[in-house]
Antibody, heavy 123, light 108 residues
């Protein structure tokens, strides 16, 4: 069974940093492109970026809205992907999801989602 | 950035009726469009990819059509559990995946 478990969310002040983790199981993580997606309260869905496999040099594609502030990384030895968020803004508040694109045909779609972790940025 | 505009914003229909949801792209995305369903308190679920392909386990009453800039998600005969928000997503620009703002479907 595929499991994606996000952790690390919480309440932070504007300008602070926070790192989210996503522990994966039930699939071959080493071959998985992993995405981060967020959803502001009552709002739509925003793709933040993807990190590719070691074979693909762990290339990261970021959304323009977070490039330069957010950093994605992975540790295949513990099947975990990370999202380091710096210089947080109030508008970064939302639920953050870790998402796996499970097949090559679906590599640009988002078909296996974690349950999400809530990040609240407030003074 | 490719903008996706969904209509209507809200749709209220009865069980058994047919639902037609629209998604329009600001420029051609070819067939690189997907549809997601999101119920309260849950993550989105992929329904349709590449405009018309149903994802694994998705009931046949869900179908997608369109190409270029105009796309449609059709639910042929509504069930009460279809009450949800539906989002479209483009990946024509795979370096900048974007979503529509959503259509809320209410089953009366």
């Amino acid at each position: 069974e595929v499991q994606l478990v996000e952790s690390g969310g919480g309440l932070v002040k504007p300008g602070e940093s926070l790192t989210l983790s996503c522990a994966a199981s039930g699939f071959n993580f080493n071959k998985a492109w992993m995405n981060w997606v967020r959803q502001a309260p009552g709002e739509g869905v925003e793709w933040l970026g993807r990190i590719k496999t070691k074979r693909d040099l762990e290339t990261v594609d970021y959304a323009a809205s977070v490039e330069g502030r957010f950093v994605m990384s992975r540790d295949d030895s513990i099947q975990t992907v990370y999202l380091q968020m710096n210089s947080l803004k109030i508008e970064d508040t939302g639920v953050y999801y870790c998402v796996w694109s499970s097949t090559w045909d679906l590599r640009y779609y988002l078909d296996q989602w974690g349950q999400g972790t809530l990040v609240t940025v407030s003074s | 950035e490719i903008l996706l505009t969904q209509s209507p914003a809200t749709l209220s229909l009865s069980p058994g009726e047919r639902a037609t949801l629209s998604c329009r792209a600001s420029q051609s995305v070819s067939s690189s469009l997907g549809w997601y369903q999101q119920k309260p308190g849950q993550a989105p679920r992929l329904l349709i990819y590449d405009a018309s392909n149903r994802a694994a386990g998705i009931p046949a009453r869900f179908s997608g059509s369109g190409s270029g800039t105009d796309f449609t998600l059709t639910i042929s005969s509504l069930e009460p559990e279809d009450s949800a928000v539906y989002f479209c997503q483009q990946c024509s620009n795979w370096l900048s995946i974007t979503f529509g703002q959503g259509t809320r479907l209410e089953i009366k």
